[in-house]
C-alpha cells in the first residue's frame, strides 16, 4: 500500500470518527433535552379538546359537531392510530390540520387523516424547501404538498371553529400559533411550562432562539384566552396567571 492510499485512508478514518462523535452528541443532547419535556396523557383536557400522547409529544384534537379539527400531526403514526382507536374516534373525522410548524414529531400521522385539509404558515414552506434548515443539508419534509398556506393575524372558520393565526417565528421560519374559539392557545414549541408559568424554548431546538424568545411575547397580551396547550411541555388553565411577569 503506498503512502498516498495510506493518507487517505488516514483521512477517512479521522472523518468518519469525527462524524460518529458529532452524531454521538447530538444524540446525547436530543435525549436529554426530550427527557426534560412533560406532555400530557391523551384524554380531555376541556369537554372539547382532547391531547393525543405519543412519546415526548403531544398533538390535539378539537371537537366541532360530529367531526375534529387537528393541532399538529404527532411524532409516530402507529402510536397515534392507537391512541385514536382507544378513543373510539375515527381519523377519517378529521377534517382539517393545522399544523404549527414541520418539524418531523408534529407530521408524522398526516397520512391518517386522509379527509382533512392542511394548514400552515407561509413562512414554514422555508423550511421543506431548503431555504432555511436547522441542520445544514437536511430539510423538513412532510407527505402532503396540497397545504394552505396561512399569513399572520388571519382568522379562519372551519365548522363552527374560529381560529386566529399568530406567527411566532423562532423555532422555525414560520411556527405558529392559533387562537381557537377566543379562549384556547395552541402555541407548538415556541414556549415550556415550568410551575404554571411561562419559560423559554429549549435553544438545542430552534433555529433561531432570540426571534423565538421575542415570538413569545406576541401571544402574552391576547384577551379572552384561559387555556395555553404546548406540544411538550403541558397545558396552563390559567393563561393570566402564566403569562405574568414574563420578560423576554
Excluded at 462524524?19 to 452528541?25: M, S
Excluded at 423555532?171 to 414549541?189: P, R
Aim: overall charge neutral; hydrophobic content about 40%.
Amino acid at each position: 500500500m503506498n503512502i498516498m492510499v495510506k493518507k487517505i485512508l488516514i483521512g477517512i478514518g479521522i472523518i468518519a470518527v469525527l462524524l460518529a462523535i458529532a452524531v454521538g452528541g447530538f444524540l446525547y443532547k436530543f435525549s436529554a433535552e426530550t427527557g426534560k419535556m412533560t406532555p400530557v396523557v391523551t384524554g380531555n383536557v376541556t369537554a372539547e379538546i382532547i391531547a393525543i400522547k405519543n412519546d415526548f409529544a403531544n398533538m390535539y384534537l378539537i371537537k366541532d359537531s360530529t367531526n375534529y379539527i387537528a393541532i399538529d400531526a404527532g411524532k409516530d403514526l402507529t402510536v397515534i392510530e392507537s391512541e385514536l382507536k382507544k378513543l373510539n374516534i375515527d381519523p377519517l373525522k378529521v377534517e382539517a390540520v393545522m399544523l404549527t410548524h414541520s418539524d418531523m414529531d408534529h407530521v408524522a400521522g398526516l397520512p391518517l387523516f386522509k379527509n382533512a385539509k392542511l394548514y400552515m404558515a407561509r413562512n414554514e414552506v422555508k423550511m421543506l424547501n431548503g431555504e432555511q434548515q436547522k441542520i445544514p443539508g437536511y430539510n423538513n419534509s412532510i407527505s402532503r404538498s396540497d397545504y394552505i398556506l396561512l399569513d399572520d393575524l388571519q382568522t379562519l372558520e372551519i365548522g363552527k371553529v374560529k381560529i386566529h393565526c399568530i406567527l411566532t417565528e423562532g423555532h422555525t421560519s414560520g411556527s405558529m400559533c392559533f387562537q381557537v374559539n377566543e379562549k384556547y392557545l395552541f402555541t407548538g414549541d415556541i414556549l415550556s411550562l415550568h410551575e404554571g408559568k411561562l419559560g423559554h424554548s429549549v435553544e438545542f431546538f430552534d433555529l433561531d432562539h432570540n426571534k423565538t424568545t421575542k415570538s413569545i411575547s406576541k401571544i402574552t397580551n391576547l384577551p379572552n384566552v384561559e387555556y395555553i396547550l404546548t406540544s411538550h411541555w403541558g397545558v396552563s388553565k390559567d393563561y393570566k396567571n402564566a403569562v405574568n411577569g414574563w420578560r423576554e
